[in-house]
């Protein structure tokens, strides 16, 4: 679900593909349809909030879904948020992770454009599940298990 701000107020829209980019510098990808809302406010240097919805967080990525939701404020009416700290754009309170981007590249990618961010600010919540979309529905991954600590130890 990613978060920006519009002429007409904050905007958000879930998405079906955000990925790793790089690492050195930190970039991530978006992929949004040409014609939407939050596009359409994207330009080079504009900030925006990336925010991998967590498994209880249905809802909010149908709500963001939906075409007839209102713009600006009264659109987050009943999701949590706060202000992201590097540039203030809006995270949602729940999510699993977040990233705060600003705009760095865009690319024309048949109907869609492909938005390159530079990652500011960063922080995730290991303990909850991820919300995603795998054939046509939404699922969680049955749960997350933090990496290992430790080391296994040999048995004799």
């Not at 014609?35 to 406010?41: E, P, Y």
């Not at 967590?54 to 879904?65: I, P, S, V």
Request: hydrophobic fraction near 40%.
């Amino acid at each position: 679900m990613v978060t920006t701000q519009t002429a007409e107020g904050p905007w958000g829209t879930t998405v079906g593909s955000f990925v790793s980019l790089s690492l050195d510098p930190l970039l991530v990808l978006v992929s949004l349809g040409r014609g939407s809302r939050l596009r359409a406010a994207l330009s080079s240097g504009h900030p925006f909030v990336v925010n991998v919805l967590a498994a209880d967080q249905e809802r909010t990525a149908r709500h963001f879904t939906g075409r007839d939701r209102l713009p600006g404020e009264p659109g987050f009416e009943g999701i949590a948020g706060y202000p992201a700290p590097a540039l203030g754009g809006r995270a949602l309170t729940g999510a699993r992770a977040v990233f705060e981007c600003r705009v760095v590249d865009l690319h024309r990618a048949g109907d869609h454009d492909l938005v390159v961010g530079e990652v500011l600010w960063f922080d995730h919540d290991d303990a909850r599940d991820p919300l995603v979309f795998v054939d046509s529905g939404y699922r969680t991954t049955g749960g997350v298990q933090p990496p290992s600590t430790t080391a296994p130890t040999k048995e004799h």
